[in-house]
């Protein structure tokens, strides 16, 4: 406030710096470092008269991290695993994703952690009643009916920036659940999509992390190479918009610019376009149900983007696909030890330990083991993801004689 003076006896005015300022909303960046993160701020540093950031964490990435922070001036910073020394302020150790979650200031909390480690900040965020930018999807799939009664009991809600998802959800556009016949989420097929039997079975690193369509982290182009991160997907679609799983279809389309499509029960079909970018689902995953405008988006040619075409998925090439969604299918702490076995697998293959058939070979076995554990708490559910962990390790590790599942050399 300031006090004017002149002839009017002093008036008590707002101060023109509060009067021209909108209410900006602030936005906590869980996993800031990552390929989702860094996105995110450039989204969000285009847009400060809506958004400022409220938390950033990282989970090992100290360097980027202290610059982001100079960067965006946010107050609160958590570093999850890293280690060397670290400004005194900073929030250490995994309760650093909770903490940033739950601080006042955060409004929206974006939720771009790889794996399962994100499951307890987007409960403590949905608790809160706040709304979650949901990039880590294996929190959904680790814990779907867990994470939407969260949602459900305390007002919070979850928008996908997942770009299937998010164009989902642009097409339903609030439709009634009785007008939507089946979801079809589209998949570039990864890097493998013409490779036969014999080839994916030579399969390297290096071939795996060489994606066609999308530049991501290494976690989820393993997972795009092998389909799981389609099967992670359709588990995802299930929670996030209640459609039964005989209703959600996978089709192969390898430009990537049909982000998914909705088919309504007249037989129309509505997709959503756009190039392979993540900046615009990031966007809309902040200002949903509203459009605001983002010239550093350019128009869309779909001349240039021509042609766009569609192709039936390899299930038994790619059976990481099947399992998934059979896990799905199951329930329990099925969808829990599929993603778990998952994430061991793939930080094998990345590690040159296992080979990229090996993936799906092992969350089979794994599968086939601990798949009927029971799921309905948080405990359980985690419990089975450290069994499915610990059952990959052992059975999978280099070297590991086990003859039932015998394991190509897979080293370069
Ligand atoms: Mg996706």
Known sequence: MRVEG?????????????????????????????????????????HPSR?????????????????????????????????????????LGPDALVQAAQLPDADIVLNAVVGAAGLDATLAALRAGKRVALANKETLVVAGELVSLAARENGGEIVPVDSEHSAILQCLAGRPDAQVRRLILTASGGPFRDWNRQQLAHAT????????????????????????????????????????????????HPQSVVHSLVEF?????????????????????????????EP?????????????????????????????????????AAPAVFNAANEQAVALFLDGALSFVGIP??????????????????????????????????????GSPDSRFPIPDSRQ
């Open 205 to 252: 690193l290096a071939d795996a992390l060489r994606h066609p369509t999308w530049q991501m982290g290494r976690k989820i182009t393993v997972d795009s190479a092998t389909l799981a991160n389609k099967a992670l997907e359709v588990i995802e679609a299930h929670f996030l918009f209640g459609v039964p799983y005989d209703a959600i279809d996978v089709v192969v």
């Open 51 to 91: 958004f400022h950031v409220a938390a950033l964490t990282s989970n090992a990435n100290a360097t980027l991290l202290a610059e982001q922070v100079r960067a965006t001036g946010a107050p609160f910073a958590g570093l999850v695993s890293g280690q060397g020394s670290v400004p005194e302020t900073w929030c």
């Open 265 to 293: 029960v007249d037989s129309s079909v509505l997709a959503q376009l756009g190039a392979p970018s993540m900046e615009l689902p990031v966007l809309y995953a902040l200002t949903h149900p509203e459009r605001v405008p």
């Open 296 to 332: 550093a988006i350019p128009p869309f040619d779909p001349v240039a983007a021509s042609p766009l075409t569609f192709e039936r998925v390899r299930l038994d090439d790619f059976p990481a696909l099947r399992m998934g969604i059979e896990a799905g299918r199951a329930g329990g």
């Open 361 to 398: 070979r092992a969350i089979g076995s794994a599968l086939e083991r601990l798949g009927g554990l029971p799921g309905g708490s948080r405990e359980a559910l985690l419990e089975a993801d450290s069994a499915a962990r610990r059952h990959v390790s052992t059975l999978f590790q280099s």
């Open 6 to 46: 002149g002839g009017h006896g002093g008036r008590l005015l707002p101060s023109p710096v509060s009067r021209l300022l909108p209410v900006t909303k602030g936005v906590a960046v869980l996993g800031s470092t990552g390929s989702i993160g860094t996105t995110a701020l450039r989204v969000l540093a285009r």
